[in-house]
């Protein structure tokens, strides 16, 4: 059973009131003289291939494989050649400090946007890099931000990608999706045939499709619309939802696909 | 002898965090005391509010900055219970062995803050030391040392490296016989036990009329512990003892945290040994949109909640580290939660100081506050 109990009689010899932990403290301070503990940073650093492994440091046994560092989340690496401009990862951030600006690249009608994120507010939590549908924006192991000036936190499109080109171990983590993902649905009678979805979307999954125009009845009067309507391809579809966002009738929503 | 106020606090060794212990004495002897909180306050309830679901978990590792994993999984556990979401097997247990290393986490944290309180430098440092191997563990599959952030509704967030078992095993090797080493340090020095026997008794009576809960309710000789009374998880398909003393002092809530830690080794052995032969994944199949990983802005979300997802109530209460602590989350139908309550154990429990402080001289002080496990970031939330 797990009684607890006093587990040894009580000594009154002052003496071993003292010795007795002292010699377990000096059992140790033996050890450490040889392997410390401690690592004297900056001199020495955590991620040091002799640090792979703190157990072996501690205890002095050999520890097998250790990639403890290796899954850090630290400073964003982006890789702009794949980003889609998708907003997802704004979208995703808990602390609103992912901002998409325009990075030359794109043609001047659909700009280019890219994250730009403000260290200053990060909180690592790697929502951004778990949402990415590409696999561009990613985790590395550094973590030394220090600067002293404010505004050297915010880091540009174009600082995250020297963070990728510096080829720091990148966060293998990826999440695991749920298999079920629901689709982008069309409401038809809604939809004006504007092409405002086909034309924002960043994976360029959606075409826009000839729909017969109905034969007016007598008295009824046809609504004035383009009679054409987005279709969505589901495999190239990120989720994103911009499509949704721009949608001036409403007429795109969340749904599962039967 | 005139009696005096004196402040201990919030700026002050013994305060483990920002609180304020006002204490009332006579001479040395302490004749009334009034804990005061609230300097922390976050407001983490009503940010709640404006949150993703998901998101919240963000601030669950900073409501508790020792024990962040206990508190995503009293989230989590209430959050699916509202959405009407079941989590694979593995994810739960997974959550298990999560929980069960931060309780080892948070009781060496506990131990080398108390042992410090009463003046002894030395297990300080043993206690930091092996509590940073499990930090390395933690950031070998959660990524973050301190806020995890791994859990997800409707399972976790990723499944654990390869070869994580088998330096689990070895971390729980290392660090079985360090708890007898501590024992060694404190028990075996009458000094230990001249500082702290029969110091801050809190019977079992007075513990259930302020609620006080955790460790200190166990070391009042009742066997009470969430993980066997009312098992969450996979609980009730482990094998482990509730710790239990009889002394109700600050000896028996020693004794009773290092028996945890070697029961939570005892746990975590067996979840190891099934995580190892069952694979499997680790998130729910059936999750809305908003609440995977890539959440966008939802068009018409009445309308896709109308569908699929009826409102609910989750409430979940966890054996935590420090005590019972307790989750209510009402879902209205909308992709934030509709409001969100928390029951912190802390918070109880130093709300009784009265109780286990009156009577007590000055220097009784910071062994007996450092008994509690004070951690204001749950107290004030």
């Known amino acids: 059973m797990a009684e607890v109990s006093e587990p040894e009689p009580r000594n009154e010899n002052p003496v071993l009131w003292v010795a007795r932990p002292m010699a377990t403290a000096a059992r140790q301070f033996a050890k450490s003289l040889f392997r410390p503990s401690t690592i004297v940073y900056p001199y020495e650093r955590l991620e040091d291939p002799r640090f792979r492994d703190r157990l ?10 250790g ?43 659909h700009p280019k946007k890219c994250p730009e994120i403000d260290y200053g507010k990060c909180s690592y939590c790697g929502f951004c890099s778990d949402a990415c549908p590409e696999g561009c924006l990613t985790m590395t192991t550094r973590y030394e931000l220090s600067t002293p000036k404010r505004s050297d936190m915010v880091y540009s499109p174009q600082k995250l990608y020297d963070v990728f080109r510096s080829k720091l171990p990148m966060n293998p983590i990826r999440l695991a999706r749920p298999e079920n993902e629901d689709a982008i649905l ?28 109905p034969e007016a009845k007598p008295g009824e009067k046809l609504p004035k619309r383009i009679w054409k309507e987005p279709v969505i391809n589901d495999s190239d579809c990120v989720r994103c939802g911009t499509c949704i966002s721009v949608c001036p009738k409403e007429c795109l929503f969340w749904g599962t696909r039967k | 002898m005139s009696e005096m106020w004196i402040n201990m606090g919030p700026q002050h060794p013994m305060t ?13 002897v302490i004749l009334d005391v009034d804990p005061e909180m609230g300097y922390l306050h976050r407001g983490i309830e009503k940010i709640s509010e404006d949150r993703h679901y998901n998101e919240v978990i963000t601030l669950m590792d900073r409501t508790c900055y020792v024990a962040g994993l206990s508190w995503e999984h009293l989230y989590i556990l209430a959050s699916e219970q509202a959405l009407h979401i079941q989590p694979p097997e593995r994810a739960q247990y997974l959550r298990v062995l999560c929980e069960e290393f931060q309780r080892i986490a948070s009781h060496l944290m506990w131990y080398a803050a108390f042992v410090q309180d009463i003046g002894l430098m030395t297990p300080f440092l043993y206690g930091m030391r092996d509590r940073d191997l499990i930090l390395d563990l933690f950031q070998s599959y959660t990524g973050a040392r301190m806020t995890y952030e791994y859990m997800r509704v409707g399972g976790v967030r990723n499944d654990l490296p390869p070869g994580f ?68 998880a996979v609980y009730d398909q482990l094998d482990f003892e509730v710790a239990r003393a009889d002394t109700a002092d600050v000896t028996g809530r020693y004794l009773v945290r290092m028996e945890e830690m070697r029961q939570s080794i005892r746990i975590l052995r067996q979840v190891l040994d099934w995580l190892d032969h069952h694979p499997g994944p680790v998130l729910a199949h059936e999750l809305p949109r908003w609440l995977g990983a890539p959440y966008a802005p939802v068009g018409r979300e009445g309308y896709l909640l109308k569908r699929h997802y009826p409102k609910g109530v989750g409430f979940s209460s966890i054996e935590e580290p420090h005590g019972e602590a307790q989750a209510y989350v009402v879902n209205e139908g909308g992709e934030h939660p509709y409001r969100v309550k ?8 130093v709300s009784a100081a009265r109780q286990y402080l009156i009577g007590y001289r000055v220097a009784d002080i910071p062994p007996i506050m450092g008994s509690v496990d004070v951690c204001v970031g749950e107290v004030d939330r």
């Open chain 1, 56 to 65: 072996e440091v501690a205890s002095g046994k050999p520890f097998g494989v």
């Open chain 1, 67 to 109: 990639h403890v560092w290796d899954n850090y989340r630290g400073v964003h690496a982006l890789n702009i050649a794949t980003c889609i401009s998708c907003n997802l990862c704004a979208f995703s951030c808990p602390d609103i400090c992912i901002e998409m600006v325009t990075v030359p690249g794109g043609d001047p009608k």
């Open chain 1, 186 to 213: 069309l409401d038809p009678p809604l939809c004006i045939g504007c092409n405002a979805c086909a034309r924002d979307c960043p994976t360029e999954c959606i075409t826009m499709l000839d729909v017969p125009k």
């Open chain 2, 16 to 28: 483990h965090g920002l609180w304020n212990l006002r204490v009332r004495i006579d001479g040395e």
């Open chain 2, 165 to 232: 078992t088998d330096q689990a095993r070895k971390v729980l090797d290392w660090l079985g016989p360090r708890f007898d080493e501590y024992d060694r340090l404190c028990l075996g020095s009458d000094i230990f036990h001249k500082r702290c026997d029969n110091l801050g008794v809190l019977k079992a009576n007075d513990c259930v009329r302020h609620g006080v809960t955790g460790p200190m309710l166990r070391s009042a000789g009742l066997r009470r512990d969430l993980r066997k009374d009312r098992p969450y």
């Open chain 2, 342 to 349: 928390f029951r912190s154990p802390v918070f109880a429990n």
